[in-house]
C-alpha cells in the first residue's frame, strides 16, 4: 500500500465491488491515518482499524461501512485483527478477523493458538475468519514447475485449526488458486475465508469468488451473499400429503376429472404432469410455508402466554403453552444439526453462475439459457452408419423368454413398479423387472453388473433410470463378445488361474473393465483393436484420461512402450478398483488410513456440539454401516485400525474433543451389546467385519459354479467347502485372513456350529471334517478314529452313505427363519457366543416407552450407573468439597443416584404426589432397578403398565433436569414447577409418540386415568 497506484485500485475494487467490509493484509505501514482510509473508501461512513507493520512487515487494515456494522469492541495481536459487532439489517451479532498468518511454523502456530482462545471464551457464534493464511489444506492446493514443498505437518495442523474453530470453507468460485509467483512457476491457494457452520444459518447462499488479480501476487478474493431464483424446483412429494385425509380423495376426483387424448403412455405422461401442477395448487391453499407456519404459531403462542398471565389462567396452562414453544427448540426432531444439513447440502448443490466464454456470469437467465444449450446439444447427434458385429457370436434367449418380454403389463406388475420407484420411473422399472429375469441367461459369466429388440445406443441415456444398467450390461456385452472371440482364435493370451487352469481374459463392472492376459505385444494390439472397434459399433468413448496399464515380470521400459501404445497413464501397484485397493496390504494401516479419516470426518466435533447423546449414537451406527462397509465385506480389520476407529466413535458418543478429554461413563464393550443384552446397540467393530467375511464362505458353497468360485478352488484348492481347511504358506493374505474368520477343523469355528447340514448325495460333505450329524464334527467326537483313518478327506458318498442321491447337498442357517446367510443373524451368532452374559440391571422394556431417544438413553445411563453423580465421580477419583458433594434437594446425604431418585426426602415427596395425581398412592422402593420394576396396585393391563412408566421416566427426567438446573445454574428450587414439569413433559410424550392420545392438556392434568383407559401405543 505505499504506493498512490495501488491505493486508485483498491478504492476502484471496493467501490465497483460495493464492499460494505474490506480486509487486507500486509499493508506494510508502520502508520495508517484517517485521511488514507477516507482515500481508500470514497463516499461514505467509513469507519477503521489496522494494525501497523513491524520494520515495514506485515500490517493489517480493517474497513467497513459504519451505517450497516456497528463495532463494539476489537481484539488483536501481531498477524490478527478481530471486530466484534452487530451486522444492522438483521441485529445478528459477528465477529469478523483479519488475519496474515507468518511464514515460519512456530509463530504461525502461536497465532492458531491465540486465534482459537479468542473463539473459545466469546460468546459469538457467527465468526468469519479472512486473510493469508500461509498454509495449505491438501497437496492438491499447490502447485509447482520444480519440487512440491507440502509440509504433512503443516497440512494438518491448519486442519486442525480449522476444526477447533469449527469453521469451513465457503463454496469457491473463479479461480482455483489466490496466490502465485511472480514468474508463474508456483501457484497456491494461501488466501481463504472460513466461516462458522452458524453463518450459514444467517446466509446461507454464501460463497467466495477469488477474482483476477493486478497490483499484488495475491488475488483478491470477494465474500458474497447471493440467493439466486433458478426457477422452479423438481417436484416432490410430501409425507404429510399422505397423513391429510382430503389428499386421497383429492388425487382420485382430479385423475378422473382429467380429458387427455392419444395413445396410452401419452395419456399416462400428460395426465401425471397435469395431476403435478394441481398438487402444487392444492398445497399452497391447504398447507402455508413450514417454516413460516412455526414462525407463525410460535408468535401466537406467546401472545396467548402474555394474554393467560393477564386472566389468571391456571398455571399449568400456562406451562403448557410454553412447553410447546420449547419443544421446537428442544426437541429431537428439530435439531439445529438438521438446519446445519440441510444448508450445507444447498450450498454443496447450489449453482452459483459459470464461466461463459472466459467471462463469470451470475445471471439466471444467462446461466439458465446457457446450460440449456448445452445439454441440448450433448444430447443430440446427426446419424451416423454404424459397423456391426457380425463375426461375434452372442447368446440368444429363448422363445418362452421372449413372450415373457413382449406380453402386455399386468396390474400386478405396474402395481410393482409403483412402489419401487417414483412415478416418472414407473415404465422403465416395469421394463427393468422383466430384464432381470432374462438377462443372466444371455449376459457373459464375467460381467458382475447386470431387449429383446435390437438396443440403439445414442446420447441421453439416463443415469438414474431403473432400465440404464440393464442396457448398459447389453452394450457391454459386445466387448465381452469381441474377447472371447479373440481368445477362441488365439489373437489374445489369456491367463490360467490355479491347478485346474481357469481361463481369465477380461472382467467386467457396468464401465469399469480390466483386461487380464500375458505381457506382450500381441496381446496389448488386441486389446487397442477391440477398444476402437468397439467405440466405432456402440458410438461410445474410451476415457484414456482414466485408463491404466501395469505389468509385472517385464522390463520398465517396454511396459512404458506399452501404455504409450495404449494412450493411457502407467499402473502403479496398489491400485484401486470398484473402491477396492488391489495389491494392498490388508495387515497394514496406511491401507485402512482413507476409512479412518473419513470416518474422522464424519464424526466431527462440531456435528457432537449440535447433537444430544441419541442423535450421536444414531450417527454413529449409520456411518459404521455406510463408509467402511465395503473394506469390512473384504478385508479383515488389524486390531490397530480397530482401535483407531471405537477411540473415535467413543470420543463422539461421549463428547470428547482431541485437546479436551471426557469421562467415558460406561465401558464400550457394554455399549456394543445388544439392547436385550444391556447395551445400546451400537455394532462391535470387529464382530461386524467376521460376520460380513463369513458370508464368502457362504457363497462359494452356494455359488461353486460362478467364475470367482472357481477361481478360488482352482487357486488354493481344498475341499468342497473350500474355507474348512488349513491355510498354507503360499495362500494370499487375504485367504489366510478368511480362514481365520471362518475356516480351519483347528480352530473354535462358529461357523461351522450354526450351520445345518441337509444331507442328500452326500457329493459335498467331508465324512470326518463336516458338522453333518449334530453341530460337532466326527473328527472331534471320535478323535482317536480319525487318527488312525486312512481317509481323513473322504465324503459321505465315498463311505456308502447316502440319504437321497438324488438330490444336492446343502447348507441351512440355523438362527434365520428362512435357513438363508444374513450379516445380522451371523453378528448375532457370533455375539452370543463371545459374550458370556448380558446385563440384568437394564430392563429391554426401556426401549419401547413413548418417549423421546435422549430420555430412554438417560435411564438406560442411570441404570447402567453412568451419571456423573457425586458418588460415580469418587469413584473415578474426582473428589468435590464436602458442601458440593451433597444432595442439591435435601442439604443432608452425599449425592448417589440411589439418593437422587429414590430415598431422598424432597423426591420421595415428588413421587408421593405423582402417585396420588394417578389415585395409586403406594410405598416404592428405594433400589432403581426394583423402583423401575415397580407396578403400582391399581395397574393392571399392559397399556397402563406402560402409561406408568411414561410417567416414571418423566419423573427422573424431570429431577435430572431440575438437579442440573439448580447445580450449575444456581437457580432457586421450585417444588410446584417440578412436579408441574413432570405433568407437562408426560402428556407431551404420550401425545407425541402415541397414536390415539388426544387428550388436551387440561384433561390430562385433571383426569389421568381417564385418558390411560383408552391408551393404545404406536
Request: hydrophobic residues 40%; charged residues 25%.
Amino acid at each position: 500500500m505505499g504506493g498512490k497506484v495501488k491505493w486508485r485500485v483498491i478504492r476502484k475494487l471496493i467501490v465497483e465491488e460495493d464492499a460494505q467490509i474490506v480486509c487486507i493484509q500486509e499493508t506494510k505501514k508502520e502508520d495508517i491515518d484517517e485521511r488514507l482510509c477516507k482515500l481508500l473508501w470514497g463516499d461514505g461512513n467509513c469507519e477503521w482499524r489496522a494494525v501497523p507493520a513491524i520494520n515495514t512487515a506485515g500490517g493489517l487494515l480493517c474497513l467497513w461501512n459504519g451505517d450497516k456494522f456497528q463495532v463494539s469492541q476489537h481484539f488483536e495481536g501481531v498477524s490478527y485483527l478481530g471486530l466484534e459487532g452487530v451486522w444492522k439489517d438483521n441485529g445478528l451479532r459477528l465477529n469478523i478477523v483479519n488475519v496474515y498468518a507468518p511464514c515460519q511454523r512456530v509463530p504461525r502456530m502461536r497465532v492458531w493458538e491465540e486465534i482459537k482462545d479468542k473463539r473459545r471464551l466469546s460468546s459469538v457464534n457467527l465468526w468469519c475468519v479472512v486473510g493469508d493464511f500461509n498454509s495449505i489444506r491438501c497437496e492438491t492446493e499447490r502447485v509447482s514447475m520444480g519440487r512440491m514443498n507440502c509440509s504433512q505437518s503443516d497440512m494438518r495442523a491448519f486442519n486442525d485449526f480449522i476444526e477447533k474453530m469449527e469453521v469451513e470453507d465457503l463454496p469457491i468460485v473463479g479461480r482455483r488458486f489466490s496466490w502465485y509467483k511472480t514468474n508463474g512457476t508456483v501457484r497456491s491457494r494461501l488466501d481463504r475465508i472460513l466461516v462458522s457452520r452458524e453463518w450459514f444459518l444467517a446466509w446461507p447462499g454464501s460463497i467466495q469468488m477469488i477474482m483476477d488479480r493486478c497490483i499484488s501476487d495475491h488475488c483478491p478474493i470477494k465474500l458474497q451473499v447471493s440467493n439466486s431464483d433458478w426457477g422452479p424446483k423438481p417436484f416432490r412429494s410430501l409425507d404429510h400429503w399422505f397423513q391429510d385425509p382430503s389428499f386421497k380423495k383429492f388425487v382420485v376426483d382430479t385423475w378422473k376429472e382429467l380429458c387427455v387424448h392419444g395413445w396410452g403412455a401419452y395419456v399416462l405422461k400428460e395426465k401425471l404432469k397435469l395431476l403435478k401442477q394441481k398438487l402444487r395448487e392444492w398445497n399452497s391453499v391447504k398447507f402455508e410455508d413450514p417454516v413460516s407456519s412455526q414462525k407463525r404459531i410460535v408468535n401466537i403462542l406467546s401472545k396467548l402466554q402474555n394474554k393467560f398471565w393477564e386472566v389468571a389462567i391456571r398455571n399449568e396452562s400456562i406451562l403448557a403453552q410454553k412447553s410447546r414453544v420449547s419443544w421446537l427448540k428442544e426437541g429431537d426432531m428439530n435439531t439445529k444439526f438438521f438446519h446445519l444439513m440441510i444448508n450445507w447440502r444447498r450450498r454443496k448443490n447450489e449453482l452459483k453462475g459459470l464461466f461463459i466464454n472466459g467471462v463469470w456470469s451470475d445471471e439466471t437467465m444467462v446461466v439458465k439459457d446457457h446450460v440449456r444449450q448445452f445439454f441440448k446439444q450433448r444430447f443430440q447427434e446427426q446419424y451416423q452408419h454404424r459397423p456391426v458385429l457380425d463375426g461375434v457370436r452372442f447368446k440368444v434367449i429363448s422363445s418362452e423368454q421372449n413372450n415373457l418380454l413382449i406380453a402386455p403389463f399386468t396390474e400386478v406388475e405396474i402395481k410393482s413398479a409403483v412402489w419401487e420407484c417414483c412415478m416418472y420411473k414407473i415404465l422403465s422399472k416395469v421394463l427393468a423387472n422383466r430384464l432381470k429375469c432374462v438377462l443372466p441367461s444371455v449376459i457373459d459369466e464375467r460381467q458382475s453388473a447386470f431387449i429383446g429388440e435390437e438396443f440403439g445406443v445414442k446420447k441421453g441415456l439416463k443415469q438414474g433410470d431403473p432400465l440404464s444398467p440393464f442396457l448398459f450390461t447389453i452394450v457391454a456385452e459386445g466387448l465381452t463378445g469381441m474377447m472371447r472371440e479373440a481368445v477362441s482364435q488365439k489373437r489374445f493370451c489369456d491367463v490360467k488361474v490355479g491347478s485346474q487352469q481357469v481361463p481369465i481374459s477380461i472382467i467386467q463392472y457396468a464401465d469399469d473393465t480390466m483386461f487380464i492376459g500375458e505381457a506382450k505385444l500381441e496381446n496389448v494390439m488386441a486389446i487397442k483393436s477391440m477398444m476402437r472397434c468397439f467405440e466405432m459399433v456402440s458410438g461410445l468413448k474410451v476415457n484414456f484420461c482414466k485408463s491404466k496399464f501395469g505389468a509385472m515380470g517385464i522390463d520398465s521400459t517396454m511396459e512404458e512402450g506399452f501404455a504409450q501404445l495404449l494412450n493411457c497413464s502407467l499402473l502403479s501397484f496398489p491400485f484401486t478398483y470398484l473402491g477396492i485397493p488391489i495389491g494392498a496390504n490388508p495387515r497394514k494401516f496406511e491401507t485402512w488410513r482413507p476409512i479412518v479419516i473419513k470416518i474422522q470426518k464424519k464424526l466431527s466435533s462440531w456435528k457432537c456440539k449440535v447433537l444430544s447423546m441419541a442423535g450421536r449414537l444414531c450417527l454413529i451406527n449409520s456411518v459404521l454401516t455406510s463408509l467402511p462397509l465395503l473394506f469390512l465385506s473384504f478385508f479383515r480389520m488389524p486390531v490397530k485400525v480397530s482401535k483407531q476407529i471405537v477411540r473415535l466413535q467413543r470420543n463422539f458418543l461421549w463428547g470428547c474433543k482431541e485437546d479436551q478429554r471426557k469421562i467415558c461413563w460406561i465401558s464400550w464393550d457394554r455399549i456394543t451389546l445388544p439392547k436385550k443384552m444391556g447395551g445400546l446397540g451400537v455394532k462391535n467393530i470387529t464382530r461386524f467385519n467376521m460376520a460380513l467375511l463369513a458370508k464368502w464362505r457362504w457363497s462359494i458353497f452356494h455359488q461353486r459354479h460362478s467364475l470367482w468360485a472357481r477361481v478360488l478352488y482352482s487357486r488354493y484348492g481344498g475341499g468342497t467347502n473350500l474355507c474348512a481347511q488349513s491355510s498354507s504358506r503360499s495362500d494370499s493374505i487375504w485367504w489366510r485372513d478368511l480362514l481365520l474368520v471362518c475356516g480351519g477343523i483347528e480352530q473354535d469355528n462358529w461357523f461351522e456350529r450354526q450351520l445345518k447340514w441337509k444331507i442328500g448325495s452326500g457329493s459335498r460333505v467331508r465324512f470326518w471334517l463336516d458338522s453333518w450329524m449334530g453341530t460337532v464334527c466326527l473328527a472331534k467326537v471320535f478323535p482317536r478314529l480319525f487318527n488312525i483313518s486312512e481317509k481323513q478327506n473322504s465324503l459321505v458318498q465315498d463311505m456308502e452313505y447316502s440319504l437321497r442321491p438324488e438330490q444336492d447337498d446343502s447348507w441351512g442357517w440355523q438362527s434365520e427363519p428362512s435357513g438363508s446367510y444374513t450379516v445380522r443373524y451371523a453378528y448375532h451368532a457370533i455375539t452370543s457366543e463371545t459374550i458370556a452374559g448380558s446385563y440384568n440391571d437394564v430392563p429391554n422394556c426401556i426401549w419401547s416407552i413413548p418417549a423421546p431417544p435422549k430420555a430412554k438413553i438417560f435411564v438406560w445411563r442411570m441404570m447402567s450407573r453412568g451419571l456423573p453423580t457425586v458418588d460415580n465421580l469418587a469413584r473415578r477419583r474426582i473428589v468435590l468439597s464436602d458442601n458440593d458433594a451433597l444432595c442439591v434437594f435435601c442439604k443432608k446425604d452425599i449425592e448417589s443416584d440411589y439418593h437422587l431418585f429414590c430415598t431422598c426426602p424432597v423426591v420421595d415427596k415428588v413421587w408421593k404426589v405423582c402417585l396420588n395425581w394417578i389415585s395409586c398412592p403406594a410405598p416404592l422402593p428405594s433400589n432403581i432397578l426394583d423402583h423401575f420394576n415397580f407396578i403400582p396396585g391399581p395397574i393392571q393391563h399392559y397399556e397402563q403398565v406402560v402409561y406408568w412408566r411414561s410417567i416414571w421416566l418423566a419423573t427422573t427426567w424431570t429431577v435430572w433436569r431440575t438437579r442440573n438446573r439448580y447445580r450449575f445454574n444456581d437457580n432457586s428450587f421450585s417444588f410446584e414447577r417440578l412436579v408441574n414439569e413432570i405433568q407437562v413433559y408426560s402428556w407431551r410424550w404420550l401425545s407425541s409418540f402415541t397414536k390415539t392420545f388426544r387428550y388436551t392438556f387440561s384433561q390430562w392434568c385433571y383426569n389421568p386415568g381417564l385418558c390411560m383407559s383408552r391408551y393404545t401405543l404406536k
